[in-house]
Structure formats: structure tokens, C-alpha cells
């Protein structure tokens, strides 16, 4: 199985200022297709998670542009640019490469 | 698009539990199905997974020999069936459909599971 590492797991942020999380794979996410096969959830208090980013860097509908993800291989971010009140939760990696898919522990956001 | 889970249960140590879930507003066989735990006050945990198309399956190997997940075309509708049930299965447990490649992403809203005597 594919082991998922979030760093930090707890992240307090000022609103507007920005914050990034970190995910590292234990195998590389690539598959044939070239594709990084990492996606990034956030889980809001008492809701199911919510797909921010698939495919390492791409939005899903409706998810704000101050949310970015980047990586390659095994190492891979999610970078908020401006912090909202909004954006507390809880951030989860997850790959998409092969089966079992897994999960990182999560990174619990919440506003200093 | 809708993804509609069964309400909660309450079951004893050593029983089986089975969750549905229905899907509406897309093509229930474009995308598999997947199972997904979340223990109280813990993170995400895989099961598994079913393919509509040919209700074929896969497990987490930490769920193989007491998990089954199925799929009904006809009703458009996923199960989940866990046995030999343990407090530590007292958990919530989403359903989720969608592809990997195109952003579509839906999930469940959760169905509770308590196991208690």
C-alpha cells in the first residue's frame, strides 16, 4: 500500500496570510498517462470532504483560485494564498494511482 | 447529481450491518463506487470499491473475508455489507463516486454505525 505523509497536521493561520501544507507519497503518483494521480479534500466540521484539487494541480468546479496545488512524483503541496475564515477544516491528501487508495492523516486548519 | 445514503444503525458485536446507497442525476455506470470509514474523531480510511458496470469489486485487505460491496443497475443503488462486527467498526462510513481524471467528485452524506451491546 501506498503510504501518504501530511506535514504539518496542525496548521493556526492569521486570515489573509497564506498557508501550505505538505504531502509526500512512499511511491511515486505517476502513471503512464503522465499524470500525478494525487488529489487534495477538505473536510468542513460535521460535512463530508469536499474535492478541492485532482490530478495535483487541478480545481475542481467552484473551488476558489486562491487554492493551488504543485508536485511531482512522490512530494506535493496545496498552497492557500490568502487565508479566509471560511477555509478551517480539516485538508486531506489522497492518491489516486492504484488500489487501496489512501489517505494522508490530515492537516487540521483553523484561524489563530 | 444526488448520492443518498440509508440512515443510521445501531447493531450488536458479531452482526452484519448493510448500507445503501443511491445515486441520481448521471449514468450510475460511468464511475465506480467507493466505500470510505471515518472512526470517530479520526481520519479517512478506504475499503473499497465496486464497478456498476460489472459489479466487480475490490477491498482494503484489512476488510477482505468480511467486506462485501455490490451494485443494483437496476435501482442505481451501491451496498455495503460489513459482518462480524467489533466496537471498532463503530464508525461513520460515506459512499463516493466520481472519476479520478475529470474533477466529478460526489459523496454521501454518511451513514453512522454504532456497535453496542
Known amino acids: 500500500d501506498i503510504l501518504m505523509t501530511q506535514s504539518p497536521l496542525s496548521l493556526p493561520v492569521t486570515p489573509g496570510e497564506p498557508a501550505s501544507i505538505s504531502c509526500r507519497s512512499s511511491q511515486s503518483l505517476l502513471y503512464s498517462d503522465g499524470y500525478n494521480y494525487l488529489d487534495w479534500y477538505l473536510q468542513k466540521p460535521g460535512q463530508p470532504p469536499q474535492l478541492l484539487i485532482y490530478l495535483t494541480s487541478n480545481r475542481a468546479s467552484g473551488v476558489p483560485d486562491r487554492f493551488n496545488g504543485s508536485g511531482s512524483g512522490t512530494s506535493f503541496t496545496l498552497k492557500i494564498t490568502r487565508v479566509e475564515a471560511e477555509d478551517v477544516g480539516v485538508y486531506y491528501c489522497?492518491?489516486?494511482?492504484?488500489?487501496?487508495?489512501?489517505f494522508g492523516q490530515g492537516t487540521k486548519v483553523e484561524i489563530k | 447529481v444526488q448520492v443518498e445514503q440509508s440512515g443510521a444503525e445501531v447493531k450488536p458485536p458479531g452482526s452484519t450491518v448493510r448500507i445503501s446507497c443511491k445515486v441520481s442525476?448521471?449514468?450510475?455506470?460511468?464511475?465506480?463506487l467507493h466505500w470510505i470509514k471515518q472512526a470517530p474523531g479520526k481520519g479517512l480510511e478506504w475499503m473499497g470499491l465496486v464497478d456498476p458496470e460489472d459489479d466487480g469489486s475490490v477491498y482494503a485487505e484489512r476488510f477482505q473475508g468480511r467486506l462485501t460491496i455490490t451494485a443494483d443497475t437496476s435501482l442505481d443503488t451501491a451496498y455495503m455489507e460489513l459482518s462480524s462486527l467489533t466496537s471498532e467498526d463503530t464508525a461513520l462510513y460515506y459512499c463516493?463516486?466520481?472519476?479520478?481524471?475529470?474533477?466529478?467528485?460526489?459523496w454521501g452524506q454518511g451513514t453512522m454505525v454504532i456497535v453496542s451491546s
Open positions: 442525476g448521471y449514468t450510475f455506470t460511468e464511475y465506480y
Open positions: 489522497m492518491q489516486a494511482v492504484q488500489t487501496p487508495r489512501t
Open positions: 463516493r463516486t466520481g472519476g479520478s481524471t475529470n474533477g466529478f467528485d460526489m
